[in-house]
């Protein structure tokens, strides 16, 4: 008796690695004809915040609409925050004479963005100061010439911005 006769001693039927192909091939329509039918719920909404020159290096600029705050870095760039905190929902609020903030914030400059749900705090730059560790997200900041091409507008790509 062969080895594999003693470790397997039963046998496939005949038309089982069809019918697998067969099973296998109709989850795989189900599955994407599911994901046609029931597409995820992204919304992107590209927002222009306006004229580049309206940003001042480490001053905050705030959109309370949009749950949206801008800060023009050193560099040159402009940081997008969102004021939504992923993991509980809540909005953030802006403290600019708010202390803690100095210890993480650039030059020293007091202000934070205070999570009332839990008490979580973050400098002006979204980064994470005390009560987690995560940072606040940054959507995408796109700099586009105005139609005129006088001057740069600010365009924040949203993603659901009404969630």
């Known amino acids: 008796m062969s080895l594999a006769r003693r470790l397997f001693p039963w046998t496939l039927p005949p038309l089982f690695g069809p019918a697998m192909v067969v099973l296998i ?14 597409p995820p719920a992204i ?31 050193p560099d040159g760039r402009v940081r997008a925050i969102d004021g939504r905190v992923a993991s ?14 100095a210890e993480k914030n650039p030059n020293g400059m007091p202000g934070v963005l ?13 980064n994470a100061i005390s009560g987690t560790d995560q940072p606040l997200r940054t959507p995408q900041v796109t700099p586009q010439i105005s139609q005129d091409g006088k001057s740069q ?3 924040v790509e949203l993603v659901n911005p009404d969630r």
């Not at 989850?27 to 029931?38: E, K, L």
């Not at 509980?88 to 903030?101: I, K, Y």
Request: proline share 4%; net charge negative.
């Open 88 to 101: 509980n929902n809540c909005r953030v609020e802006w403290l600019p004479q708010d202390a803690r903030g």
């Open 114 to 126: 205070r999570d009332p749900c839990s008490g979580a705090l973050w400098s002006f730059e979204g």
């Open 25 to 38: 091939t109709i989850a795989g329509v189900f599955g994407v004809m599911w994901g046609y039918f029931n």
């Open 43 to 73: 919304q992107v909404v590209m927002f222009d915040a306006g004229d580049r020159s309206r940003f001042a290096v480490h001053q905050l600029v705030e959109f309370p609409e949009k749950h949206l705050y801008l800060v023009a870095m």
């Open 153 to 155: 507008r600010v365009v």
